[in-house]
């Protein structure tokens, strides 16, 4: 925003650079369809998506503080190993429907625990997440399960 001049209170602002995340977002997910969850191209892409989240959630709590706006946040970290995979997934898809009932003012960001990557350790390190699956609600509350999406729901502004 302020390299092209742009008011961060606008709603401008938020929207374009959120839908440039969600692109991304989606480019991710079909590349790991196409080439595997674990192809180098795609873990590379992941390293590079997550410091845009990381941007993208900077971004939100700027313009939370300084604009006086109630954007929520969920900060999901999920695996893909075997293991956990199908409750990633599951937990995933609650979340979806999660978003979709709160478009207007909910950003849920994606992190993959077993990405070798220094910043996925920093950020499990300051989020303590000890576990392969971890929800964390606008940087108060967390959750190792979820089953519906009742637990969370109360908690969005």
């Known amino acids: 925003h302020s390299l092209f001049n ?7 602002s938020f929207i374009e650079i ?13 590349m790991e369809s196409n080439l595997g969850k ?3 191209n795609v873990l590379f892409r992941k390293k590079f998506y997550t410091l845009i989240q990381l941007e993208h959630f900077e971004f939100v709590k700027t313009i939370n503080k300084e604009c006086n706006k109630n954007i ?5 970290f999920y695996s893909n190993n ?11 898809r609650l979340l979806s429907v999660i978003f979709q009932q709160n478009q207007q ?8 625990t077993n990405l070798d990557s220094e910043i996925i350790n920093l950020l499990k ?10 929800i964390i609600v606008n940087e108060d509350n967390s959750f190792t399960t979820l089953t519906n999406t009742n637990q969370i729901q109360p908690l969005l502004n």
């Open 125 to 134: 390190e300051k989020y303590e997440v000890s576990t392969q699956i971890k």
């Open 72 to 76: 929520n946040t969920i900060l999901f």
């Open 38 to 40: 674990n192809n180098k």
């Open 18 to 30: 959120s839908e440039d995340l969600r692109i991304q977002g989606s480019f991710i997910s079909a």
């Open 105 to 112: 003012n909910l950003v849920i960001y994606s992190f993959d």
């Open 82 to 92: 075997e293991e956990q995979r199908d409750q990633s997934e599951n937990i995933g």
């Open 6 to 12: 742009e008011d961060i209170c606008s709603e401008n």
